[in-house]
């Protein structure tokens, strides 16, 4: 079993910065993907951006050139760096962690922009 942990969600004014944090325990040999996901009301859980063993990044279109994902892998920790936040990335966001067994989903953490 995995365990993810997520921390830095909160209340930020449109143009601000937030960093989120996910750390991820427990057992497993070896983590592959790690990554990041939202959802707003009424809408579909998207991609926001994930990081693979081998530090390939994807970026979901909406957060390109914004946000930055990145991951310490002796912490066995995924990172996103959100800048110049706006009103439209308010959701719940989610880490997603894929190790040698199966994927894992964090507990989501708020994020609102807003003035």
């Known amino acids: 079993q995995v365990q993810l942990v997520e921390s830095g969600g909160g209340l930020v004014q449109p143009g601000g910065s937030l960093r989120l944090s996910c750390a991820a325990s427990g057992s497993f040999f070896r983590i592959y993907n790690m990554g990041w996901y939202r959802q707003a009301p009424g809408k579909q859980r998207e991609l926001v951006a994930s990081?693979?063993?081998?530090?390939?990044?994807n970026y979901g279109d909406s957060v390109k050139g914004r946000f930055t994902v990145s991951r310490d892998n002796a912490k066995n920790t995924v990172y996103l760096q959100m800048n110049s936040l706006k009103p439209e990335d308010t959701a719940v966001y989610y880490c997603?962690?894929?190790?040698?067994?199966?994927?894992?989903w964090g507990q989501g953490t708020q994020v609102t922009v807003s003035s």
């Open positions: 997603n962690v894929v190790t040698d067994s199966r994927g894992y």
């Open positions: 990081i693979n063993s081998g530090g390939w990044m």
